[in-house]
Nanobody, 117 residues
Framework: QVQLVESGGGLVQAGGSLRLSCAAS??????MGWYRQAPGKQRELVAI???????NYADSVKGRFTISRDNAKNTVYLQMNSLKPEDTAVYYC?????????????WGQGTQVTVSS
């Protein structure tokens, strides 16, 4: 059974930094990433990274956030710098694998990030 265990959320002042980690059990996933959901809003993509290291970011975080992964540890990271109050949300780790002709998605439990102004 796949498990994604997140850590690193918390409270930080605007302009500060946080680093999120997500350790996955099981095989190496084709794509891992981070999504976030603010109160009253839909879950949105923050950043994703392939097993080969190709990454993609939401426009709102480009230049401030960096996603990385360590395949040996089956772990994905999100370094968040220059945080803004609008970054406040629950951040969810996601892992995707392609198996039996379809994609499977797995989710972490979420970690709260709060940015005070």
């Amino acid at each position: 059974q796949v498990q994604l265990v997140e850590s690193g959320g918390g409270l930080v002042q605007a302009g500060g930094s946080l680093r999120l980690s997500c350790a996955a059990s099981g095989s190496i996933f084709s794509i891992m990433g981070w999504y976030r959901q603010a109160p009253g809003k839909q879950r949105e993509l923050v950043a994703i990274i392939t097993s080969g290291g190709t990454s993609n970011y939401a426009d709102s975080v480009k230049g401030r956030f960096t996603i990385s992964r360590d395949n040996a540890k089956n772990t994905v990271y999100l370094q968040m710098n220059s945080l803004k109050p609008e970054d406040t949300a629950v951040y969810y780790c996601n892992a995707r694998e392609f198996r039996a002709l379809r994609w499977y998605d797995y989710w972490g439990q979420g970690t709260q990030v709060t940015v005070s102004s």
